[in-house]
C-alpha cells in the first residue's frame, strides 16, 4: 500500500489527526454511529482526508458531521469537497454561517495591515450552535466559545479526557504555544480573553488548529504560556 499521503494517527481512544496536510489541522472523533471530522484544512486536502480515511477502513459516507472552529480558509478550504463525498451535515457558530456560505467576507481586524477582502468557496450550513451547548459525540463534548481570531470562533471541551480542540484561539509552533498572528485576526484581545476561558478548563490535553498536538502534558505549558502573553 502507498502510504506517501500520510495516514491518521491516533491521539487519546476515540481521537485521531490526519498527517501530511500543508495547513490547517483535521481532527477524527470515532462514534460507534459514526465519524465526526473538526475543520477541513486548505482547498487541496480533501484527497488526502478521503485517503486516510480510507485507508483506516472508513468509507466517505461514515463521516456523518463536520464541526467547524471558524470560517478562514485553512479550516474550510476542503469544506465543499468533504461535505459532498460524505454527505455529512455541517455545524458551526451562527456567526461563521453567512462567511462559510460565502454570503459574507472573512471578518478581518478593523485596522492596521490586514489580509485582503476574501470569501471562502461556499458551503452550506446544516446546524448551528446553540449557546455553548454539549454535543452527543464522544458521549459529550461541549461547545466553548472563543472568539476573536474571529466573531463565532468556537474550542471543543470534551471532560472525559480533559482534551480541548482549541481551533487558532492559540497555536503551537515550533514546540511553543503563541497567539494567533495579529494580522489574520479580528480581535486580539478579545481572543485574550478567550485563552484565559481555556486556561479555567484546566486542560491536559490541547489539539491546535495549527501544530502537534500536546498530549496530557498541556496543563503546565498552557498556564506559563498565559502568564507570557499577560493573560493572566
Ligand atoms: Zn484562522
Partial sequence: MCHNGGAMEPILPQIFTFTGLIAGRVYMLQDTDGLTLVDTSIANA????LAQLKAAGHEPAAVKRILI???????????????????????????????????????????GFRPPDTKVKPTTVDRTFNGEETLPILGGLQIINTPGHSPGHVSFWHPASKLVITGDAIFYLMNKMTLPLAFLTAD?????????????????????????????????????????????
Wanted: aromatic residues 4%; proline residues 8%.
Fill in 188 to 232: 486580539a484581545e478579545e481572543n485574550k480573553r478567550s485563552i484565559k476561558k481555556l486556561l479555567a478548563l484546566k486542560a491536559e490535553t490541547l489539539l491546535f488548529g495549527h501544530g502537534q498536538p500536546i498530549v496530557r502534558t498541556a496543563a503546565a505549558p498552557l498556564q506559563e504560556f498565559a502568564q507570557r502573553v499577560g493573560v493572566v
Fill in 69 to 111: 472552529t471558524h470560517g478562514h480558509p485553512d479550516h474550510v478550504g476542503s469544506l465543499p469537497q468533504l461535505k459532498q463525498a460524505t454527505g455529512a451535515e455541517v455545524w458551526c457558530h451562527p456567526l461563521e454561517k453567512p462567511i462559510i456560505q460565502g454570503e459574507q467576507s472573512v471578518v478581518r481586524r478593523p485596522s
Fill in 46 to 49: 480533501g484527497d488526502k482526508i
